[in-house]
């Protein structure tokens, strides 16, 4: 087995990478009845339709994390996965209101993975940065609360903000008003956009909501004016391969649109987004693609670069990556 290319990963939900044992573990610890009785049951129901099948089973899970030590464990067991496949760096999706919804402090959240982030380069030679997302099926009212809710984290914990869930009906015009505050707060700007959406959403990010990244982004490649946009803009795009395949936007992974996509100029990374539920973690998203596709060490190697390119490290920290 080849050792994995040093990488920076950079569209990966905390609560995705909740692997079926921990969860089971965080269940008894919390004494939460789950309707799964073992960790197979649980790998069972990983066999989604679309998005939002997906997103039914990835929010119920959550009930098993309650304190913040739960969010501890959940970061830290990460961190150990990531550093074996290669990661250096990481910047950290989270869903607050996922959890404020059903009671959970966003103090108990922030706190709870802050302690696992604040000692990971130290334990596993990973910077990190944490980038609060709004649920964009929630209302943009709900958006603005929490955003006001975390003002005390920004800069130091929290450092960007992102957009996820339910994408189709749910553009990112809806959310305009609450990244211009995210924005005058000096926090980094991405959005998903052009996973199940239309090219119409991606140009709404970096027009309406003035994004530095799109996370996805694949269904760019059926408006040739966004593409070129997003060329000449050198504007990173975070591509989850195994992810797109589970979720049925791709239908083989040997039809992935990212060779295209490289092909075309763009700058590309490639990501894990969900790991415990999509089949695999970066460096399987960087095998199953080059098992599928063919692609080469060339390719691997810039898709490796691109990842500290398109990451919020400063100058200096990125030039040690490179
Ligand atoms: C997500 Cl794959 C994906 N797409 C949109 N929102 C999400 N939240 C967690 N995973
Ligand atoms: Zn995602």
Request: proline letters at 5%; glycine letters at 6%; a negative charge.
């Amino acid at each position: 087995m080849t050792t994995p290319l040093p990488k920076a990963e950079l569209h990966l939900h905390i609560e995705g990478t909740l692997e079926p044992e921990l969860a089971l573990a965080l269940a008894a610890r919390n004494g939460i009845d789950l309707p799964y009785g073992s960790a197979d049951d649980l790998r069972a129901a990983y066999s989604f339709r679309d998005l939002q099948s997906f997103l039914d089973l990835y929010y119920a899970l959550m009930a098993v994390l309650r304190t913040e030590q739960d969010f501890t464990d959940l970061a830290e067991a990460y961190l150990a996965r990531a550093r074996r496949q290669g990661v250096r760096h990481a910047e950290i999706f989270f869903d607050p209101q996922a959890h404020t919804a059903r009671g959970v402090d966003l103090r108990t959240v922030v706190e709870g993975l802050g302690r696992a982030l604040d000692s990971a380069e130290q334990r596993h030679g990973i910077t990190t940065r944490l980038i609060l997302c709004f649920l964009r099926d929630l209302s943009a009212e709900d958006a603005l609360e929490t955003l006001e809710s975390a003002r005390p984290y920004f800069g130091t914990l929290i450092t960007a903000v992102g957009l996820d869930s339910a994408e189709v009906g749910n553009p990112p015009s809806k959310f305009q008003e609450v990244f211009a505050l995210a924005r005058e707060a000096g926090l980094h700007l991405v959005a998903h956009a052009g996973e199940e959406g239309p090219p119409e959403y991606v140009w709404e990010a970096l027009d309406l909501l003035r994004v530095e990244r799109i996370d996805h982004g694949i269904r760019s490649l059926e408006d040739e004016r966004l593409v070129e946009r997003l060329r000449r803009e050198r504007v990173p795009l975070t591509v989850c391969p195994l992810s797109n395949v589970r979720l049925r936007c791709v239908d083989r992974l040997e039809d992935h649109p990212l060779p295209r996509m490289l092909e075309a100029g763009l700058l590309v990374t490639v990501n894990s987004d969900d790991p415990s539920y999509f089949g695999g973690y970066v460096e399987d998203n960087f095998r199953a693609l080059t098992a599928a596709l063919g692609l080469d060490e060339e390719q691997r190697r810039t898709l490796a670069a691109n990842s500290f390119h398109a990451s919020f490290l400063d100058d200096k920290q990125r030039a040690a990556y490179l």
